[in-house]
């Protein structure tokens, strides 16, 4: 009996090419998840030079952006940074649903891994909390798995050493 090959992917960016992109609502909070996802990208191994960041509107023009930049072939692994807070009308799930699936095609279509940094949350105290808070910083994890997801779609593919 053979043994099981296990692979997982790397913590190390250095020479990969990132793409981030950020929605300007609810700026105050967005602005520290993207603070989050490019300062985890830098310290493990991104160059500004390998680092593209777009602003968008709001999380709506999240996933167009993400395939803009995907098409690009410019980058090897995405991040969607952005935050929804529910109001009181159905708005919140039409926007949320969208950005999720969105951000979601995406990958499946290029085959660039993205990492999904969108808050969607009840209000604005649980958004600070996921921004830098108690419960970390959500973009510095979305960029995190992000950089796992690019090496080991290379290492399932074949072209990772």
């Not at 993207?34 to 991104?46: K, N, T």
Request: hydrophobic share 45%.
């Amino acid at each position: 009996m053979s043994e099981i090959h296990h692979v997982e992917g790397r913590l190390d960016a250095t020479g990969r090419r990132f793409g981030v992109v950020a929605s300007r609502f609810n700026s105050r909070i967005t602005d520290l998840l993207l603070a989050g996802a490019v300062d985890c990208l830098r310290r493990h191994g991104v160059v500004e030079a390998d680092l593209h960041v777009a602003r968008v509107p709001g999380a709506w023009e999240i996933p167009l952006a993400l395939d803009a930049m995907a098409q690009s072939g410019n980058v090897d692994g995405l991040v969607a940074i952005g935050v929804v807070i529910r109001g009181e009308t159905p708005h919140f799930e039409y926007v949320c649903d969208a950005c999720c699936k969105g951000a979601a095609a995406v990958g499946a279509k290029t085959g660039i891994p993205v990492g999904f940094g969108v808050l969607t949350t009840d209000d604005s105290p649980q958004a600070v909390e996921r921004a830098g808070g108690k419960a970390g910083n959500k973009g510095w994890e979305a960029a995190l798995a992000a950089i796992e997801m690019v090496d080991l779609v290379e290492q399932l593919r074949g072209s990772a050493s």
